[in-house]
């Protein structure tokens, strides 16, 4: 079964350190999303690929945020300095442009302290 | 206005009843339409697509309204099993197959629905 792959499922850390989060897309997926979940906000997009090409980062705060997508297996969130409203659920999903679909990883909780 | 919009709730609602969402979205040329669900503490997975003609799987109907611009999720016969969040995912028109909204996907905020005994 190909799924999304996220890595690190849980992680806590302290204030101002960096934070990597990965993600290894299904093959042959050409759209790659990272959204952010919380209880107040629900679901918010902070970055889109396609085709590997960053296409909308609009959501994400861009003095501490940034998402690439080094090559067709691997996309990467980090954070720094990290700070502690930034705990929160951070998804990766991948899907095909023209069905609409998206798979998502598990997540990967972030605790900031 | 939000992109999407829905009814948080909680609907608390006993096993089988029959239960509704709504869901609102603000442009008017959105191209595609998908109930998600998402259950305690996991990820979200499609539910199902809404075409315009409206469309049923199993105890699940979903209809698209294009002049009042919202879309429904319709649940029969509701059992325990149902109890998760339900999110609502619209699809912007892109410009163009180069357009830098083509391919995204907008997710509301979810209603949640609590089926009790």
């Known amino acids: 079964d190909a799924r999304v792959t996220q890595t690190p499922r849980d992680k806590v850390t302290e204030m101002g350190q960096e934070v990597t989060m990965r993600c290894q897309p299904i093959l042959g997926h050409n759209t790659v999303f990272w959204y952010r979940q919380t209880m107040m906000q629900g679901l918010e997009l902070l970055a889109y690929f396609r085709n590997r090409a960053p296409l909308d980062d609009s959501g994400m705060p861009k003095d501490r945020f940034s998402a690439e997508m080094p090559d067709a297996t691997l996309a990467t969130l980090k954070i720094q300095p990290s700070e502690p409203r930034d705990s929160a659920v951070y998804f990766c999903?991948?899907?095909?442009?023209?069905?609409?679909?998206?798979?998502f990883g598990e997540g990967s909780r972030l605790t900031v302290l | 206005r939000k992109e999407v919009e829905q009814d948080p709730g909680p609907f608390n609602v006993p096993e089988g009843a029959t239960v509704a969402f709504n869901c609102t979205y603000s442009?008017?040329?959105?191209?595609?339409f998908f109930w998600y669900r998402q259950d305690c503490r996991k990820e979200p997975k499609l539910l199902m697509s809404v075409y315009s003609s409206g469309n049923e799987d199993g105890r699940f109907t979903a209809q698209l309204n294009r002049a009042s611009q919202y879309i429904s999720l319709l649940i029969r016969d509701s059992k325990l099993s149902d109890s998760a969040t339900y999110l609502c995912v619209v699809k912007p028109p892109g410009s163009s197959a180069g357009g830098t909204s083509y391919g995204k996907l907008t997710f509301g905020q979810g209603t949640i629905l609590t089926v009790h005994p």
């Open positions: 999903a991948s899907g095909l442009v023209v069905t609409g679909e998206l798979f």
């Open positions: 442009n008017s040329a959105s191209q595609s």
